[in-house]
């Protein structure tokens, strides 16, 4: 029984069951029964013990998906057309599996040799699939490893009868799918333009009845926030036990250094003793060198077979006997050394480096080619075959040959062939590699050298004898060398080792050109004279059992292979009766230091010991490109200890400590000894990191090896071969262990009893989170063992990390089946999350599926591991799923601040004089000194001017409009405003009867019968509102905002256009509003040529003038109340600070509905009699270059626009400034040009957009910006004269805490600030804290308060909140300068002194806007700007226009415009997340990817974030994307 592979101690059989199995073995051994009857009822016999003799890992993977069931996931929501994602050729032949070490990866299709999530019964139905040659052959092994590390049950149709019953078990396991579908149907909401301004908060969109609102005004209904109360409820699970936290000061963030654990296991064993490996026993007969060897068969036993080579149908396609590789070899090393020339000198000498470039097909022509170069002296360096101009990996290639200096490529005239051209036939030179000569070394391209030559090569000595390429972690390739000494010694040590004999045959399914393959099947069956049988790489795919078949065909003694390739034989085993493994006495499992080699080598034998293979044939070994060959384990015959394996605690594992399978029995992993030293080698075990100390008998670090059979140095690179090659292990005193250095493999393990080697992992997979080691392949063996049929293609997956915040994160990408279904690939993601964070105790950051066949592959068709993780963290990945955990991994946040308890007013002010710091205020000229004429103080209100306008100075031109091409499309003189005042006014008392003081709503484009429109109510003592028409393209969101702002400010009429008329009326906005409850609507196109009896004049001048309604970024509609003494004392700072005159042109292009726009358009004009040249906005859209004509055009000295109109420019003409010059724009006239917002400067922009047109004559200097807000529409304006604006540095991380911290320009965390324009006349600015109300020091950040007499007076809102009111425009200091009456901005700002002087000779305080408080996040106990982090996720990857931020319930919500193709859109979410990590400590909740022009932006270009919100909750943007991270 035990032989037949039932585990001896894994499950104690009851004695009656042992009987009847023994009963059977007897009927089979004397043929009563046949095999299948045999497997059928032993089958039977144990299937009630199969479950317990399933593999740990399984188990594992079960038991911890089991305990998971309930917890849900939001699930991400994708828009359809991104589902339809086609792979790259869909389906493929069963090869692509993952690849091995040897394939320049770290992962293998062996992977697929994992442990399985299915108990050994549930294997069957799969089994079959497999067989039928399904494309879907490359799963998880059907086998497994064990608790007592005994191999598993056969899982052949022994295990048949189990099945229903196992399946249903199996099926129990599966948790059940979280219910994350709640509505996942796609609303198909298509934007026509971006919004300009969508519709305002709280009014029901659509016009629909009302909606169930939360305290937000945000709908109850939504689907969106039912996904976020999930993802809210996951993430409220507490994860881990928060770690020991210490006091932070404010301002340094300090990362939480993650603590130790001091219940942590710790190493408890002595030092471990360096263990020597057996005598090499240097045998007489053994020849001096190889070539020496070579020579001695290829004379001597000229007929005997060296190589064959088979074809992809397992034919014998050529035997290279010795004879023939020796005069081959001569002929060739004659032809490099003579034949060759450059300019009549020979073009190599010896020791020069020569590539050479094989197919994995031809190993003959590779064979002779290595020999060749040999024989000549010079050093092979065997590569792939390039396939592609930008093979993964390729430009490293192209480094190693560039850093070898490498100028020939020996190749074959087939594999020259298929190489890629460039135009001219030659072969095309590929990216990153040197020019290269390609020589075909085919027979017929080779001269025969004289009787009497001799090729000169010396013995075995210190030159190198070939290079051996490696791909290290980070994707670089380097060369390692091998020299003559170590080549020979190498030989002779596996030889001994393996105990090799003339004329054995070997077949060979590895790679021949590196690694076990060259060293095998290469180099020491040349000196054994050994007949070697070499199956290519397309054989194996097309039929997994010919080496099998092959072994038995050519009665092989010895075979050497990888986990994967028994792995798919055994795959493709049923059916096969007729191999037999009794020829082997070797079988050379190359990767046996992997830690799936041990699962494969037991199933192995389970199924192949009744076809005659012996158990202790098995010999897996270790080796690196730096050592070779580490260890092996030898047939007992050969001396060989009994094997042994091993069950470790991966908890201990990830501490460096070794523990025996631990108390929880589910986190263990399964080792099996790589055998013992080689023959004459010294081999330690010594810390991974910081000085090479000996670790502890039971301590993981890396093996070193020190013996003359190790590769020398990394080729041309001194300074990493001298820490590899050159390691000095001390003891723990500091006392170096030997004279002799020691080599570093690469490999972490330990050795074991009986002196055997064990090797847990690779230094290449090794990542370090937090202060625990992990192992990607354990990662990849566990993700493996979640369902891997149903989901994973072909067993695929990548395991990485990346580092983000000081700290590894582990990345897993996997190839998701064709036919997977969206659901299919949650679940499974949801499963390998919670089986990981269960086996190994660590988060996954990052998992990501793409689609079949897309991941860059290796050589041999496996994953290049390197070449993926750089695509993931450029973007270029383009995954179909991702999920995020970022809450779950990012343990080393600094603490979330604590506020402290304010210092109290008196004490910041008394403080402040102590450090010599001025309190922070500020004032603009006085205007008092300033006003001179008698004509201002008699013409106190705006239809005063007009009327003494119209009657001195009728002709003057005051106003001039254009359209988009450029033409005069109105002009108005004074006295025509005033007789259209008139009739407007006359209109509004007779045909509306509207009386003295009621609101009148202005819905009129941007035009002069606005402007007249406004002075036609002022003219009838009526209070103008004026509001932007409705969109006629997009009626449904900008129709309800018009309404809206004529219901709130209580308008008794509309005055409009016969066009806007026609649309307030018509059947499109019915759908959108109520068109009953229009109050009067006047249509002033055609009103009666009337003059007014009289003029209205105000009795006092607080009377009220006009209302000025906006909508605030934060989505609040709110309307401020300007008196007539308001009014005109904002025209009269204007005038005074942009030294206005009659004889002035200025140009305007901004929207004239509000604010400061509104005030340039339509008051300063009349006020100060400058000419005013209007440029709509809209008609840039029409024509960009307008703008820029019309100011050139008309000379204006002084321009206004908005950071919509600049970016327009920017994006639109900055590469067409050649083609302006030639059209005449010249910009050198403007002395000014300012930016009209309510915002922190936007630096990048204005800087931008000088540079740019800086060839059109734009003075460096004339962009500047302005200041204003609700309260106060203008605050700073930099005017004509005055100091330039001045730019200072801030660190990022101290805003955060609301403190100013200047630093210098260029250092890390800083962010620059510019003034927003010189302080106006007569305003007065201090920074007041926003907590106690007291005034602050110069640089320090508070609310900008603000004096003057142009201030509005007041809110007018429907409810008169007076509480509001009096806490905005009539707040007072609570200390200090408790009488003057201050208006608050609601923006962060700060007033620093300058060394600069102002007009008035005295130093400049320079105002700086962070931004407005209203819009800030407060995350994490900090406050945030919204822009700051909107301006590291743009930078983040190219394909982000635009993005805007925003939080819901504690979560950021980062919404960005994806400027490209729709399946790049994943690409953006790790991106995204790693950015806003980084540079500002959050985690990002929810990443919503949209079409450009979703996030709506209002005219003055400000982001309406708010409403970007609502439209997100409501589920109206249609994302291409949401992604949950949880």
């Given at each position: 029984m035990a032989e037949r592979g039932c585990p001896p101690e894994a499950v104690p059989l009851p004695a009656e069951v042992r009987e009847s199995l023994a009963e059977l073995e007897l009927e089979l051994s004397e043929g009563d029964i046949t095999q299948k009857g045999y497997e059928k009822k032993r089958a039977k016999l144990l299937a009630r013990y199969v479950p317990l003799i399933q593999d740990v890992h399984s188990e594992a993977v079960q038991a911890a998906l089991a305990k998971y069931k309930e917890r849900k996931m939001p699930m991400p929501s994708k828009r359809r057309s991104v589902l339809t994602h086609t792979s790259m050729e869909a389906y493929t032949p069963p090869d692509t599996s993952s690849a091995s070490e040897d394939e320049g990866s770290l992962r293998r299709p062996g992977r697929l040799a994992s442990a399985p999530l299915q108990s050994d019964p549930s294997v069957e139905p799969w089994l079959d699939q497999v067989t039928q040659g399904s494309s879907t052959s490359s799963s998880a092994s059907s086998t497994s490893s064990h608790p007592g590390g005994q191999p598993a049950a056969a899982p052949s149709a022994a295990a048949a009868p189990a099945g229903p019953a196992a399946l249903a078990r199996v099926a129990d396991l599966q948790s059940a799918p979280p219910d994350v579908t709640t509505g996942l149907a796609q609303h198909q909401h298509a934007y026509c333009e971006r919004p300009q301004l969508a519709s305002v908060r709280g009014v029901p969109r659509g016009g629909s009845g009302s909606v169930l609102e939360t305290a937000g005004g945000v709908p109850v209904s939504s689907r969106v926030s039912s996904k976020i109360q999930q993802l809210l409820n996951t993430l409220k699970k507490p994860k881990r036990p928060p770690l020991k936290e210490f006091f932070v000061d404010d301002f340094e963030e300090l990362l939480e250094v993650q603590q130790p654990d001091p219940s942590q296991p710790k190493p408890e064993g002595g030092q471990m003793a360096v263990l020597k490996g057996e005598l090499l026993a240097v045998g007489s007969t053994w020849p001096p060198s190889l070539l020496a060897a070579l020579q001695?068969?290829?004379?001597?036993?000229?007929?005997?077979?060296?190589?064959?080579?088979?074809?992809?149908?397992g034919k014998a396609v050529y035997t290279l006997t010795y004879g023939k590789l020796w005069s081959r070899s001569l002929k060739l090393a004659y032809t490099l050394l003579n034949k060759l020339t450059n300019k009549n000198e020979p073009l190599l000498k010896p020791g020069d480096r020569v590539a050479l470039v094989f197919p994995n097909s031809d190993p003959v022509m590779f064979t002779v080619a290595f020999y060749g170069c040999l024989l000549a002296e010079l050093v092979p360096v065997p590569i792939e075959v390039p396939l592609t101009r930008k093979d993964a990996g390729s430009q490293q290639v192209g480094f190693l040959l560039g850093s070898c200096g490498v100028a020939l490529a020996l190749t074959t005239d087939a594999c020259q062939k298929g190489l890629p051209k460039a135009q001219t036939g030659e072969v095309a030179a590929f990216k990153g590699w040197p020019p290269l000569t390609w020589l075909v070394i085919d027979g017929k391209h080779l001269t025969k050298p004289p009787k009497d030559w001799h090729p000169s090569a010396q013995d075995a000595g210190a030159g190198t004898a070939y290079i051996e390429y490696k791909t290290s972690k980070e994707g670089s390739t380097v060369g390692v060398a091998v020299s003559h000494a170590s080549l020979l010694a190498q030989c002779q040590a596996l030889t001994q080792a393996c105990g090799y004999s003339e004329a054995e045959t070997l077949t060979n399914v590895l790679d021949f050109k590196r690694d076990a393959g060259l060293w095998h099947g290469v180099l020491t069956s040349v000196m054994n004279r050994m007949h070697v049988v070499s199956i290519p790489y397309a054989l194996m795919k097309a039929n997994p059992l010919s080496w099998i078949q092959k072994v038995c065909a050519y009665k092989a003694r010895a075979a050497l292979v990888k986990s994967r390739d028994m792995h798919w034989s055994l795959l493709a085993q049923r059916g096969q009766r007729d191999v037999s493994l009794s020829s082997l006495r070797l079988l050379i499992v190359a990767d046996g230091a992997n830690p799936w080699s041990i699962s494969s080598c037991d199933a192995f034998l389970n199924v192949f010991q009744a076809r005659g293979l012996r158990p202790e044939v098995i010999c897996p070994c270790a080796s690196s490109p730096e050592a070779l060959t580490v260890a092996i384990r030898r047939p007992p015959d050969l001396g060989g200890p009994p094997p042994r394996r091993a069950v470790l605690s991966m908890s201990g594992l990830s501490h460096g400590v070794i523990r025996l399978d631990a108390e929880e029995k589910l986190s263990v992993l399964a080792v099996q000894d790589v055998g013992q030293a080689m023959p004459g080698a010294n081999v330690c075990v010594v810390k991974v990191e910081g000085i090479p100390y000996l670790c502890k008998t039971d301590e993981v670090g890396e093996i070193c090896v020190n013996s003359s059979t190790t590769a020398t140095a990394y080729y041309g690179l001194l300074g990493i071969t001298k820490n590899i090659f050159e390691t000095v292990p001390v003891t723990a005193g500091g006392a170096p262990i030997s004279d002799r250095p020691f080599t570093r493999t690469g490999l972490l393990g330990f050795i074991g009893p009986d002196n055997l080697v064990f090797v847990v992992g690779k230094l290449d997979g090794l990542m370090v989170v937090g202060v625990r080691r992990h192992n990607a392949d354990d990662i990849v063996a566990t993700a493996l063992a979640v369902e891997p049929m149903k989901f994973v293609y072909r067993g695929r997956i990548a395991v990485f990390s990346v580092t983000v915040l000081h700290d590894d994160r582990i990345v897993l990408v996997a190839e998701q089946r064709p036919d997977a279904s969206e659901e299919d690939s949650f679940q499974w993601m949801s499963r390998v999350l919670q089986a990981i964070d269960s086996i190994h105790q660590v988060g996954v950051y990052c998992l990501a599926l793409v689609p079949a066949n897309t991941l860059p592959k290796a050589p041999l068709g496996g994953i290049h591991v390197s070449e993926t993780k750089q695509r993931f963290l450029e973007g270029m990945l383009h995954p179909c799923n991702v999920l995020m955990c970022p809450h779950t991994c990012v343990t080393n946040l600094p603490k979330p601040r604590q506020k402290q308890p304010e210092v109290g007013p008196a004490s910041m002010i008394v403080g402040n004089l102590v450090a010599g710091k001025r309190i922070a205020q500020a004032s603009g000229r006085e205007l008092s000194h300033l006003e001179d004429s008698d004509q201002a103080r008699k013409l106190l209100f705006l239809p005063d001017v007009l009327q003494w306008r119209a009657r001195s100075t009728p002709e003057h031109l005051l106003f001039l409009l254009l359209n988009a091409k450029g033409t005069v499309t109105s002009t108005t003189t004074c006295i025509q405003l005033h007789k259209k005042a008139e009739r407007v006014a006359a209109a509004l008392m007779e045909k509306a009867r509207l009386t003295t003081g009621a609101h009148v709503a202005l819905v009129y484009p941007p035009g002069v019968d606005l402007i007249a429109a406004f002075y036609g109510c002022l003219y009838c003592g009526c209070v103008p509102v004026t509001v932007r028409p409705p969109h006629p393209q997009n009626l449904t969101t900008t129709l309800p905002t018009v309404k809206m702002i004529v219901e709130v400010s209580k308008s008794a009429c509309v005055l409009t256009t016969q066009a806007i008329t026609r649309l307030l009326k018509s059947k499109e906005a019915l759908a959108a509003v109520d068109v009953r409850t229009w109050p009067t609507i006047l249509d002033t196109d055609d009103i009666p040529k009337k003059k007014v009896a009289s003029i209205f004049r105000p009795p006092s001048p607080d009377v009220l003038a006009y209302l000025d309604f906006s909508v605030s970024t934060t989505g609040i509609l709110a309307g401020v109340k300007m008196s007539h003494a308001a009014t005109s004392a904002l025209c009269r700072s204007i005038k005074l600070q942009c030294e206005l005159y009659p004889s002035r042109q200025i140009a305007i292009?901004?929207?004239?509905?509000?604010?400061?726009?509104?005030?340039?358009?339509?008051?300063?004009?009349?006020?100060?009699?400058?000419?005013?040249?209007?440029?709509?906005?809209?008609?840039?859209?029409?024509?960009?270059?307008?703008?820029?004509?019309?100011?050139?055009?008309?000379?204006?000295?002084?321009?206004?626009?908005?950071?919509?109109?600049?970016?327009?420019?920017?994006?639109?003409?900055?590469?067409?400034?050649?083609?302006?010059?030639?059209k005449g724009v010249n910009l050198s006239c403007v002395r000014t040009c300012m930016v009209v917002a309510e915002e922190r400067p936007r630096i990048a922009l204005t800087q931008s957009f000088s540079k740019l047109f800086r060839d059109l004559g734009l003075p460096a200097r004339a962009v500047s910006t302005t200041f204003g807000c609700r309260v106060n529409v203008a605050i700073c304006l930099q005017g004509t004269a005055g100091p330039d604006p001045t730019t200072v540095y801030v660190d990022t991380r101290a805003l955060r805490h609301d403190r100013v911290r200047l630093v210098e320009r260029g250092s890390p965390h800083s962010l620059p600030l510019t003034e927003s324009g010189k302080i106006l006349p007569g305003v007065k600015v201090i920074i007041a804290h926003t907590?106690?109300?007291?005034?602050?020091?110069?640089?320090?950040?508070?609310?900008?308060?603000?004096?003057?007499?142009?201030?509005?007076?007041?809110?007018?809102?429907v409810y008169g909140e007076e509480g509001l009111h009096a806490d905005h425009f009539s707040a007072r200091l609570s200390f200090g300068d408790t009488q003057t009456v201050w208006a608050r901005t609601g923006f962060l700002g700060f007033l620093r002194r300058t060394e600069l002087t102002d007009a008035s000779g005295e130093r400049h305080d320079a105002l700086y806007v962070v931004g407005s408080l209203d819009e800030t996040l407060e995350l994490r106990g900090m406050r945030y700007h919204p822009v700051d982090i909107e301006t590291s996720v743009i930078r983040a990857h190219r394909s982000i226009a635009e993005c805007a931020v925003f939080t819901w319930t504690n979560l950021l919500v980062v919404v960005v415009e994806l400027d490209g193709l729709?399946?790049?859109?994943?690409?953006?979410?790790?991106?995204?997340?790693?950015?806003?990590?980084?540079?500002?400590?959050?985690?990002?909740?929810?990443?919503?990817?949209?079409?450009?022009?979703?996030?709506?932006?209002?005219?003055?270009?400000?982001?309406?974030?708010?409403?970007?919100?609502?439209?997100?909750?409501?589920?109206?943007?249609?994302?291409?994307?949401?992604?949950?991270?949880?």
């Amino acid at each position: 029984m035990a032989e037949r592979g039932c585990p001896p101690e894994a499950v104690p059989l009851p004695a009656e069951v042992r009987e009847s199995l023994a009963e059977l073995e007897l009927e089979l051994s004397e043929g009563d029964i046949t095999q299948k009857g045999y497997e059928k009822k032993r089958a039977k016999l144990l299937a009630r013990y199969v479950p317990l003799i399933q593999d740990v890992h399984s188990e594992a993977v079960q038991a911890a998906l089991a305990k998971y069931k309930e917890r849900k996931m939001p699930m991400p929501s994708k828009r359809r057309s991104v589902l339809t994602h086609t792979s790259m050729e869909a389906y493929t032949p069963p090869d692509t599996s993952s690849a091995s070490e040897d394939e320049g990866s770290l992962r293998r299709p062996g992977r697929l040799a994992s442990a399985p999530l299915q108990s050994d019964p549930s294997v069957e139905p799969w089994l079959d699939q497999v067989t039928q040659g399904s494309s879907t052959s490359s799963s998880a092994s059907s086998t497994s490893s064990h608790p007592g590390g005994q191999p598993a049950a056969a899982p052949s149709a022994a295990a048949a009868p189990a099945g229903p019953a196992a399946l249903a078990r199996v099926a129990d396991l599966q948790s059940a799918p979280p219910d994350v579908t709640t509505g996942l149907a796609q609303h198909q909401h298509a934007y026509c333009e971006r919004p300009q301004l969508a519709s305002v908060r709280g009014v029901p969109r659509g016009g629909s009845g009302s909606v169930l609102e939360t305290a937000g005004g945000v709908p109850v209904s939504s689907r969106v926030s039912s996904k976020i109360q999930q993802l809210l409820n996951t993430l409220k699970k507490p994860k881990r036990p928060p770690l020991k936290e210490f006091f932070v000061d404010d301002f340094e963030e300090l990362l939480e250094v993650q603590q130790p654990d001091p219940s942590q296991p710790k190493p408890e064993g002595g030092q471990m003793a360096v263990l020597k490996g057996e005598l090499l026993a240097v045998g007489s007969t053994w020849p001096p060198s190889l070539l020496a060897a070579l020579q001695q068969w290829g004379t001597t036993q000229p007929k005997a077979p060296c190589l064959t080579a088979l074809d992809t149908t397992g034919k014998a396609v050529y035997t290279l006997t010795y004879g023939k590789l020796w005069s081959r070899s001569l002929k060739l090393a004659y032809t490099l050394l003579n034949k060759l020339t450059n300019k009549n000198e020979p073009l190599l000498k010896p020791g020069d480096r020569v590539a050479l470039v094989f197919p994995n097909s031809d190993p003959v022509m590779f064979t002779v080619a290595f020999y060749g170069c040999l024989l000549a002296e010079l050093v092979p360096v065997p590569i792939e075959v390039p396939l592609t101009r930008k093979d993964a990996g390729s430009q490293q290639v192209g480094f190693l040959l560039g850093s070898c200096g490498v100028a020939l490529a020996l190749t074959t005239d087939a594999c020259q062939k298929g190489l890629p051209k460039a135009q001219t036939g030659e072969v095309a030179a590929f990216k990153g590699w040197p020019p290269l000569t390609w020589l075909v070394i085919d027979g017929k391209h080779l001269t025969k050298p004289p009787k009497d030559w001799h090729p000169s090569a010396q013995d075995a000595g210190a030159g190198t004898a070939y290079i051996e390429y490696k791909t290290s972690k980070e994707g670089s390739t380097v060369g390692v060398a091998v020299s003559h000494a170590s080549l020979l010694a190498q030989c002779q040590a596996l030889t001994q080792a393996c105990g090799y004999s003339e004329a054995e045959t070997l077949t060979n399914v590895l790679d021949f050109k590196r690694d076990a393959g060259l060293w095998h099947g290469v180099l020491t069956s040349v000196m054994n004279r050994m007949h070697v049988v070499s199956i290519p790489y397309a054989l194996m795919k097309a039929n997994p059992l010919s080496w099998i078949q092959k072994v038995c065909a050519y009665k092989a003694r010895a075979a050497l292979v990888k986990s994967r390739d028994m792995h798919w034989s055994l795959l493709a085993q049923r059916g096969q009766r007729d191999v037999s493994l009794s020829s082997l006495r070797l079988l050379i499992v190359a990767d046996g230091a992997n830690p799936w080699s041990i699962s494969s080598c037991d199933a192995f034998l389970n199924v192949f010991q009744a076809r005659g293979l012996r158990p202790e044939v098995i010999c897996p070994c270790a080796s690196s490109p730096e050592a070779l060959t580490v260890a092996i384990r030898r047939p007992p015959d050969l001396g060989g200890p009994p094997p042994r394996r091993a069950v470790l605690s991966m908890s201990g594992l990830s501490h460096g400590v070794i523990r025996l399978d631990a108390e929880e029995k589910l986190s263990v992993l399964a080792v099996q000894d790589v055998g013992q030293a080689m023959p004459g080698a010294n081999v330690c075990v010594v810390k991974v990191e910081g000085i090479p100390y000996l670790c502890k008998t039971d301590e993981v670090g890396e093996i070193c090896v020190n013996s003359s059979t190790t590769a020398t140095a990394y080729y041309g690179l001194l300074g990493i071969t001298k820490n590899i090659f050159e390691t000095v292990p001390v003891t723990a005193g500091g006392a170096p262990i030997s004279d002799r250095p020691f080599t570093r493999t690469g490999l972490l393990g330990f050795i074991g009893p009986d002196n055997l080697v064990f090797v847990v992992g690779k230094l290449d997979g090794l990542m370090v989170v937090g202060v625990r080691r992990h192992n990607a392949d354990d990662i990849v063996a566990t993700a493996l063992a979640v369902e891997p049929m149903k989901f994973v293609y072909r067993g695929r997956i990548a395991v990485f990390s990346v580092t983000v915040l000081h700290d590894d994160r582990i990345v897993l990408v996997a190839e998701q089946r064709p036919d997977a279904s969206e659901e299919d690939s949650f679940q499974w993601m949801s499963r390998v999350l919670q089986a990981i964070d269960s086996i190994h105790q660590v988060g996954v950051y990052c998992l990501a599926l793409v689609p079949a066949n897309t991941l860059p592959k290796a050589p041999l068709g496996g994953i290049h591991v390197s070449e993926t993780k750089q695509r993931f963290l450029e973007g270029m990945l383009h995954p179909c799923n991702v999920l995020m955990c970022p809450h779950t991994c990012v343990t080393n946040l600094p603490k979330p601040r604590q506020k402290q308890p304010e210092v109290g007013p008196a004490s910041m002010i008394v403080g402040n004089l102590v450090a010599g710091k001025r309190i922070a205020q500020a004032s603009g000229r006085e205007l008092s000194h300033l006003e001179d004429s008698d004509q201002a103080r008699k013409l106190l209100f705006l239809p005063d001017v007009l009327q003494w306008r119209a009657r001195s100075t009728p002709e003057h031109l005051l106003f001039l409009l254009l359209n988009a091409k450029g033409t005069v499309t109105s002009t108005t003189t004074c006295i025509q405003l005033h007789k259209k005042a008139e009739r407007v006014a006359a209109a509004l008392m007779e045909k509306a009867r509207l009386t003295t003081g009621a609101h009148v709503a202005l819905v009129y484009p941007p035009g002069v019968d606005l402007i007249a429109a406004f002075y036609g109510c002022l003219y009838c003592g009526c209070v103008p509102v004026t509001v932007r028409p409705p969109h006629p393209q997009n009626l449904t969101t900008t129709l309800p905002t018009v309404k809206m702002i004529v219901e709130v400010s209580k308008s008794a009429c509309v005055l409009t256009t016969q066009a806007i008329t026609r649309l307030l009326k018509s059947k499109e906005a019915l759908a959108a509003v109520d068109v009953r409850t229009w109050p009067t609507i006047l249509d002033t196109d055609d009103i009666p040529k009337k003059k007014v009896a009289s003029i209205f004049r105000p009795p006092s001048p607080d009377v009220l003038a006009y209302l000025d309604f906006s909508v605030s970024t934060t989505g609040i509609l709110a309307g401020v109340k300007m008196s007539h003494a308001a009014t005109s004392a904002l025209c009269r700072s204007i005038k005074l600070q942009c030294e206005l005159y009659p004889s002035r042109q200025i140009a305007i292009c901004l929207d004239p509905y509000c604010g400061l726009g509104f005030a340039l358009w339509c008051l300063c004009s009349v006020y100060s009699g400058h000419q005013s040249v209007l440029v709509p906005p809209p008609e840039l859209e029409t024509n960009v270059s307008l703008w820029l004509w019309a100011v050139s055009q008309y000379k204006a000295r002084v321009a206004f626009c908005s950071y919509s109109v600049m970016d327009m420019c920017a994006r639109g003409l900055g590469a067409q400034t050649a083609v302006l010059r030639m059209k005449g724009v010249n910009l050198s006239c403007v002395r000014t040009c300012m930016v009209v917002a309510e915002e922190r400067p936007r630096i990048a922009l204005t800087q931008s957009f000088s540079k740019l047109f800086r060839d059109l004559g734009l003075p460096a200097r004339a962009v500047s910006t302005t200041f204003g807000c609700r309260v106060n529409v203008a605050i700073c304006l930099q005017g004509t004269a005055g100091p330039d604006p001045t730019t200072v540095y801030v660190d990022t991380r101290a805003l955060r805490h609301d403190r100013v911290r200047l630093v210098e320009r260029g250092s890390p965390h800083s962010l620059p600030l510019t003034e927003s324009g010189k302080i106006l006349p007569g305003v007065k600015v201090i920074i007041a804290h926003t907590e106690t109300r007291g005034p602050l020091g110069d640089s320090h950040l508070g609310e900008v308060w603000v004096s003057s007499p142009h201030s509005a007076t007041g809110y007018y809102t429907v409810y008169g909140e007076e509480g509001l009111h009096a806490d905005h425009f009539s707040a007072r200091l609570s200390f200090g300068d408790t009488q003057t009456v201050w208006a608050r901005t609601g923006f962060l700002g700060f007033l620093r002194r300058t060394e600069l002087t102002d007009a008035s000779g005295e130093r400049h305080d320079a105002l700086y806007v962070v931004g407005s408080l209203d819009e800030t996040l407060e995350l994490r106990g900090m406050r945030y700007h919204p822009v700051d982090i909107e301006t590291s996720v743009i930078r983040a990857h190219r394909s982000i226009a635009e993005c805007a931020v925003f939080t819901w319930t504690n979560l950021l919500v980062v919404v960005v415009e994806l400027d490209g193709l729709e399946q790049d859109a994943l690409d953006l979410v790790a991106l995204v997340t790693n950015a806003v990590l980084e540079e500002h400590l959050l985690v990002v909740g929810v990443v919503v990817i949209v079409d450009p022009g979703v996030i709506p932006i209002n005219s003055r270009g400000e982001k309406q974030r708010m409403h970007l919100r609502d439209g997100f909750l409501a589920d109206q943007l249609d994302p291409i994307y949401v992604a949950y991270n949880m």
